[in-house]
């Protein structure tokens, strides 16, 4: 059996249908355990369908379910006779629900990756475009520079172009390179649908910044988008951002007093003494400081008491 899909859509009341209660009021929930493994065999095979003729198929089909083949077998007769959640022509059993939503899926992801396939062909050949205007606008400006000045300036120019084969970012490309992980069949559809709303350039910009903070996944990726869009500009990534990005309120050093060198040490009370001490601790991690401690600060501050 081939694995064809590592994902596929599961309703989160499927335990109400009438027909899964029918089977769940014989079997149990056992029964409904082996439904379920059933219907993940069968998206992992070819066509989405099981076999049901095989002369040792219900020992295997047993293995999975880990109960006798004779079970199986009936469990799994009385799902296409008695409670019709199941099809079969003899020779193979299936899902119908299962089947015609793993097809509806593969036909969006043949779409999708068409129109991928269409918009890098797009940027090769216009990356091969622009590199051969490049080369063109760099052969007129020689045949059409006479003064030796501008001749001289202008080749100095042409020394410095940068031609960029790179008309764009691609978001599927930028996930896997920016590290958010593996490109799955089930990530390929989300990201797809937050290029069918947003568009590519928000996306490519939203993932940036996800990365630039550490935040590698496409909740965070969304949270960002969300922003975006209630900026109400077009660039919404040009905003100033506030230096400091985390949980919380931002903790503010305790401001201590400045000493400057005098000729004359400046004159503190003991209890100002004793709060710069304390100070200067909270500023290391180091808590409350010991009176051995504080003789020590007062000492090296050189500040005659008041």
């Known amino acids: 059996m081939a694995k064809k899909a590592p994902f596929f859509s599961h309703d989160m009341n499927a335990r109400n249908d009438p027909k899964i209660s029918a089977m769940r009021a014989v079997y149990g929930a056992q029964g409904?355990?082996?439904?379920?493994?059933?219907?993940?065999?069968?998206?992992?095979?070819?066509?989405?369908?099981?076999?049901?003729?095989?002369?040792y198929i219900f020992n295997a089909y047993a293995m999975q379910l880990q109960c006798k083949p004779e079970e199986v077998q009936e469990f799994i007769m009385d799902c296409i006779n008695e409670f019709e959640l199941f099809e079969s022509d003899g020779t193979?059993?299936?899902?119908?629900?299962?089947?015609?939503?793993?097809?509806?899926?593969?036909?969006?992801?043949?779409?999708?990756?068409?129109?991928?396939?269409?918009?890098?062909?797009?940027?090769?050949?216009?990356?091969?475009?622009?590199?051969?205007?490049?080369?063109?606008?760099?052969?007129?400006?020689?045949?059409?520079?006479?003064?030796?000045?501008?001749?001289?300036?202008?080749?100095?120019?042409?020394?410095?172009?940068?031609?960029?084969?790179?008309?764009?970012?691609?978001?599927?490309?930028?996930?896997?390179?920016?590290?958010?992980?593996?490109?799955?069949?089930?990530?390929?559809?989300?990201?797809?649908?937050m290029i069918d709303q947003y568009g590519e350039r928000w996306v490519c910009e939203a993932m940036k910044e996800a990365s630039f903070y550490g935040k590698r996944s496409l909740p965070y990726v969304i949270s960002i988008l969300q922003r975006y869009r209630t900026s109400g500009v077009d660039e919404p990534w040009k905003i100033e951002k506030p230096a400091y990005v985390g949980k919380g309120p931002i903790r503010q050093r305790p401001q201590l007093p400045i000493v400057t060198s005098t000729d004359q040490a400046p004159e503190l009370s003991e209890d100002k003494l004793r709060e710069m001490c304390r100070l200067a601790h909270r500023v290391d991690g180091k808590g409350e400081p010991t009176e051995e401690e504080f003789q020590q600060f007062k000492a090296k501050m050189k500040i005659r008491p008041a």
């Not at 062909?121 to 003064?147: L, P, W």
Request: aromatic residues 12%; without cysteine; hydrophobic residues 35%.
């Open 92 to 193: 193979y059993f299936w899902s119908k629900s299962l089947l015609k939503r793993m097809q509806y899926r593969d036909a969006v992801s043949e779409k999708r990756s068409e129109a991928a396939a269409k918009r890098w062909g797009k940027e090769r050949s216009n990356a091969n475009a622009s590199i051969q205007d490049a080369i063109e606008m760099q052969s007129d400006a020689k045949v059409m520079q006479t003064d030796a000045n501008k001749t001289k300036q202008n080749y100095k120019q042409n020394e410095t172009i940068n031609i960029s084969t790179t008309t764009g970012e691609n978001p599927f490309r930028l996930f896997e390179s920016e590290g958010f992980g593996t490109l799955s069949a089930s990530i390929g559809e989300r990201l797809g649908e």
């Open 32 to 55: 409904y355990g082996w439904w379920w493994m059933l219907i993940e065999i069968m998206a992992e095979s070819d066509g989405y369908k099981l076999d049901y003729k095989s002369k």
